[in-house]
Structure formats: structure tokens, C-alpha cells
């Protein structure tokens, strides 16, 4: 069983910056592709970016590329997505995920997930 811990959600106005982290209790990534979602009021889980356990090879949702960055300590101990340019519409709650063989946009692929830091970003 991995227990994910995400935090660093908050209030900023729209162009500031947050940086979310995400830790699993009691172990380290090695071995586990970690994704980060976000899920607004009224709308469905939708996939933000991921990372995979091996070469660190990165992947982003359109919507967010060229703003956010997901990065790993060297340790593979905390994942982090840092967020630049920060619009309305990226207010939700990000939930950190993980999966030791998938790490695809797809939600249901994800067997572990954290429960979520809240964002919101006015405008």
C-alpha cells in the first residue's frame, strides 16, 4: 500500500506561483510513475502532468504545458509540480498519483492516490 501526501495548495492571484509536492508515507518513489490531476466543482478528474519512475521522462496536459513543471528529488522522495503563470481556471483540487506500471492521462490507470490540496487562483 503507498499512502500519498500532497501539499502546498493555497490562494494566489492570477499570474503568481505555487509549488505542490507530493510524498509517499514511508517510502520513496523508485519504482512508481507519479501523475498529478485536478478536479474543478462540477467537472471531472482530468490529468495535469506525470513523471516516470526510470529516466524521469516528463508528460503535460496541453492546457497546462509551458506553465507547469513536474520534477523529482535526486532521493526520488518528493515529486513536485510547480506552477508558473497561474490562471483562473487552474482553481481545483490536485490530487498526486501513482502506479508502478502505468503513467498515461488515464485516471483509472492510477492504482494509488493521494487526498488532494485545494488551488484556487483569482483573478
Known amino acids: 500500500q503507498v499512502q500519498l501526501v500532497e501539499s502546498g495548495g493555497g490562494l494566489v492571484q492570477a499570474g503568481g506561483s505555487l509549488r505542490l509536492s507530493c510524498t509517499a508515507s514511508?517510502?520513496?518513489?523508485?519504482?512508481?510513475?507519479v501523475g498529478w490531476f485536478r478536479q474543478a466543482p462540477g467537472k471531472e478528474r482530468e490529468f495535469v502532468a506525470a513523471i516516470t519512475w526510470s529516466v524521469g521522462r516528463t508528460f503535460y496536459s496541453d492546457s497546462v504545458k509551458g506553465r507547469f513543471t513536474i520534477y523529482r528529488d535526486n532521493a526520488l522522495i518528493t515529486v513536485y509540480l510547480q506552477m508558473n503563470s497561474l490562471k483562473p481556471e487552474d482553481t481545483a483540487v490536485y490530487y498526486c498519483?501513482?502506479?508502478?506500471?502505468?503513467?498515461?492521462?488515464?485516471?483509472?490507470?492510477?492504482?494509488?492516490w493521494g487526498q488532494g490540496t485545494q488551488v484556487t487562483v483569482s483573478s
Open positions: 514511508g517510502r520513496t518513489f523508485s519504482r512508481y510513475n
Open positions: 498519483a501513482a502506479d508502478p506500471r502505468f503513467y498515461g492521462p488515464r485516471r483509472i490507470e492510477y492504482d494509488y
